[in-house]
């Protein structure tokens, strides 16, 4: 009996992704260009590109994140009907390989059932680190590139998101200020992080980034490498590990131990957790947090 009740639930499932393809078929054949009924629909894959979004388009358009709340965002795939309501909408921000390599996949069929994509990160990621939000002045960028593309898929309210991107630009400006004066001011410049996630931020204010883990949590160091930070840690007189919020602590923790140091969390925004969420934390009151950690730890 439980089978037949599973079996019912993947037919319901699959008629529905039937049927959004079908509607967006229908509408890419139609020219999808106006008439269209209901509030512009932008779909995210992960938290830095939802929150930009939303300051840009306020309440003049429905902004989807596929990343639900708590999920580690590395390695994260939307399921298939996620992906088949990504269809529905009219524009999709994704940032580029490696952080969501399935979004470039699926690109060039989503431009053909005529949803506008945006790579945000094109360009701006190197050497295979998508970290590039944590870096103020390259998420500024990001920013100003949603910008352009909301203007684009929806003119009629360009004046109002162009407003709101100035404000968020001006937003950008200010973090960059706060952290280009406190970091000036702290003697010390090594940062222990959980994950390598800090490598555009440690190279924009002029820190040394020393990672646990690799450009993933899921990366971990072998005992090997452990011994070696331990020892790293304790000549430079490390005073705290960083750790972070949606992944586990307890390789930073081992490492404070050893190393007789505290530990902070220092977060890579890559999603927020149902708390933050509730909480109403956002991009910046999180880089905020941050930048206090960093001034702790550094001072
Ligand atoms: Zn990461």
Known sequence: MKV???????VLKLLVIALIFFIAGCRAKEGLVPAESGPLKIYTTFY???DFTKKIVGDRAVVENLQPAGVEPHDYEPSPRQIASIYSGK????LGEPMDAWAKKIEGQLQEKGVVTLEAGKGLIENNDPHIWLDPLLAREIA?????????????NKSYYEKNYHELDEKFAMLDREYRDTLNAVTRRDIVTSHAAFGYLARRYGLNQIPISGLSPQQEPSAQQMAE???????????YIFFETLASPKLAEALAREAGAGTLVLNPIG??????????????????KNLAALKKALE
């Open 4 to 10: 037949g009740y599973k079996s019912r639930g993947i």
């Open 91 to 94: 524009l999709f921000i994704f």
């Open 229 to 239: 930070l331990i020892t790293l840690c304790r000549s430079k007189g490390v005073k």
């Open 48 to 50: 830095p590109l939802y």
């Open 271 to 288: 999603g927020l957790t149902k708390e933050e969420m509730e909480a109403s934390e956002d991009y910046f009151s999180i880089m905020a």
């Open 144 to 156: 100003r590139r949603i910008f352009e593309a909301v203007a684009t898929v929806d003119g009629d």
